[in-house]
């Protein structure tokens, strides 16, 4: 039923298109030409042929590598993240503790350290940041200091000692576990602007 619709629609459109060529063709000095002239400019068909393939050469090959790069970028911050979630896991039990095992706490050093080297190897390989970028030096430092401070924290005192050294066990605990805070939240902000450069 439409479809008959739309011919008669169409039979009726043409009919009155017919009439008021015939119209104006009657009542009027303005004339339309029976014949169509076709004219090619072979530098305007080259021009034109040039473009289009130009356009469909963007469109194609330079939407691909964004989206490669947009790709590849996006798993690279996935990485970061994950690697930033480890690091707070890994270190949230240490000031719970009465005892830091050091053994523990070395394995945990050495794995962090160990993926961190790979994520940041991996954005230098595919040029994200380059080699000497001091987000790679910092970011290589903290959990350095991390295992450094850890290393020389002292237990928990456990009240056998005489007041003043249990006092200053700790003062000292406490302080080295503030430093261990401070450099996390240092690595997190770290993380932070090289994800906000890896987004530009």
Known sequence: MDKILAAIFGLVLFGFGFIGKHFIDSYNV???SD???WEVNPFGFLSLLVTVLLAIYVTRTLSKKNEK???ESELLINYLLQFKEDLLNRFQYISSQDNIQQTKINSDCKIL???LHSILELAVDNNYIGQDDQIINN???KIREIWEILTDTPQK???KTSKGVTDGMAILRTDRLNKVETSIIDIEKLIFNF????KK
Do not use: A
């Not at 994800?195 to 890896?198: G, T």
């Open 30 to 32: 303005i004339s339309f």
């Open 35 to 37: 014949t169509i002239n």
């Open 69 to 71: 790069e947009k790709i």
């Open 113 to 115: 350290r160990k993926r």
């Open 139 to 141: 970011l290589k430092e």
């Open 157 to 159: 005192p456990n009240g």
């Open 195 to 198: 994800i906000i450069k890896l």
